[in-house]
């Protein structure tokens, strides 16, 4: 997935891209990553935490803590969250 190569936590796009964001790798790695108790054990589930103050985490829970992690500003998680809630999402 051309993601996941860009954004891996091994590469060096990966780091160029938690830098953009202003995240660095300890702060993904010392992150409480929490699951929703929803979730079915069928592999498609996603892991949110708060990396900082202003930053929430996104990742899938297949790769184990390895994986992409797809980073948001406050602003941009709130519209997320909003959307969701108002049914935005819903036919995808």
């Known amino acids: ?5 860009l954004i891996s936590p091994r590469s060096n ?3 160029i ?9 300890n702060d993904i790695a ?5 699951k929703s108790s929803m ?4 592999g498609s589930c996603f892991e949110v935490a708060r990396l900082l103050e ?3 985490g996104v990742r899938d ?4 803590g390895s994986g992409p992690v797809l980073i948001f500003n406050q602003s941009e998680w709130n519209a997320f969250l909003a959307g969701a809630k108002a049914g935005e999402f819903d036919s995808i």
Do not use: C
């Open 1 to 5: 997935m051309y993601l996941k190569r």
């Open 13 to 15: 796009a990966g780091d």
């Open 17 to 25: 891209y938690y830098q953009l964001r202003g995240v660095r790798a």
């Open 30 to 34: 010392q992150a409480a990553w929490r």
């Open 39 to 42: 979730s079915a054990y069928n």
């Open 54 to 56: 202003d930053r929430v």
């Open 61 to 64: 829970t297949k790769d184990k």
